[in-house]
């Protein structure tokens, strides 16, 4: 396991694991690898810079030194450091490793700070008018209000709504191009780690059972066929949704997660007609989540793999969805370098 000890006072927790790191809290700075290569950390205070420019241009990098940015990292910056490869950690605990042989993100590194603001209600369609505005962001489309709200096939009150609840928290803007007035995300990752945080899968109504199949991706692809001759809207998320999205692991899922529009029909009544049969829980292979504000649904869309055709859950979507699974952070930071791409 590779460790870095760091003597910051104020971490809240002795020793954290973040992505394969563990952070632990100590009286010298010190990165070690498990093969017992070490490299010396040098902090930076945020604090001691006016702006993000006199931050990075101060920054000399030395043979045998990894930087690190380390305090109250304010919001605006952390898409440039993302950007420019340093790494930082946040009194909140929002951490972003980019080490050589290490890459790491979370958000939930340390035990939460009081929140000054309420947390973000997510009322009928505001989960999928963020989830959409985080979507369009990474897409390099910057949108106004009626483009999300149509984008979102959301009412533009509750778009508006939802964009001011951001612009109150200081994670979206709002100017003018031209003649149009549009949002401007001020970090997209961390917009992203709020929609997960707050609609991550699965819903509280959930049913599971077994489909035949070779492999998951079969699996998939058996109950999308199901679903589209029942004419049901489903999306398969998470790890079985990774190798649709060109992310693959070493080894397969143990199973497939699917979120349904069951059309105000209860979730039991919708599984037999996907083809699940009933079976034990150690013995499923499918588990449903019923998607009544349709964020797991809305832009879903047909991909292949080995060949096979599943319809797989928006790439925003599956990395909110895959991070709550076995190396889900780590599969999430390869699938948003992907997304970032343009994949």
């Not at 009150?157 to 951001?166: H, P, T």
């Not at 070493?250 to 979730?267: E, K, M």
């Not at 829980?281 to 096979?308: C, I, Q």
């Amino acid at each position: 396991m590779t460790t870095v000890t760091l003597d910051l006072p104020w971490l809240t927790a002795s020793e954290r694991v973040v992505d394969g790191l563990t952070i632990v809290r100590g009286s010298d700075n010190v990165l070690r690898y498990d093969d017992s290569i070490e490299l010396a950390v040098q902090l930076v205070d945020p604090g001691s810079f006016d702006s993000v420019d006199a931050l990075l241009d101060a920054i000399v990098t030395k043979p045998g030194i990894v930087l690190l940015v380390a305090g109250a990292v304010p919001l605006p910056w952390r898409a440039r450091l993302r950007s420019s490869g340093i790494s930082f950690i946040d009194l909140s605990g929002v951490t972003v490793i980019n080490w050589p042989r290490i890459q790491a993100i979370s958000s939930r590194s340390f035990e939460a700070v009081q929140r000054h603001r309420s947390p973000l209600p997510f009322q009928k369609g505001y989960g999928r008018v963020i989830q959409q505005l985080v979507a369009a962001t990474l897409e390099g489309q910057t949108l106004t209000i009626s483009e999300l709200a149509e984008q979102a096939s959301s009412n533009q009150s509750s778009a508006s709504r939802a964009v001011a609840q951001l612009v109150a928290q200081g994670l979206v803007g709002k100017s003018r191009h031209g003649g149009r007035k549009v949002i401007e995300v001020v970090d997209p990752v961390q917009l992203a780690e709020l929609l997960a945080d707050r609609s991550v899968w699965p819903n509280e109504q959930t049913v599971s059972g077994y489909v035949w199949g070779r492999t998951v991706w079969e699996v998939s692809s058996l109950v999308g066929d199901q679903a589209a001759r029942h004419e049901i809207e489903v999306a398969v998320t998470g790890r079985t949704a990774l190798a649709y999205l060109g992310v693959m692991s070493t080894s397969s899922p143990p199973g497939v997660r699917v979120w349904v529009d069951t059309a105000g029909r209860d979730l039991a009544d919708v599984a037999p007609l996907l083809g699940l049969e009933s079976a034990p829980a150690e013995e499923s292979n499918v588990t449903l989540s019923a998607d009544p504000w349709h964020v797991g649904t809305h832009r879903h869309s047909m991909r292949s793999y080995g060949g096979t055709k599943a319809p797989i859950a928006h790439p925003v979507r599956v990395w909110c969805d895959v991070q709550a699974e076995p190396r889900g952070t780590e599969f999430a930071a390869q699938l948003w370098k992907v997304m970032r791409n343009g994949g």
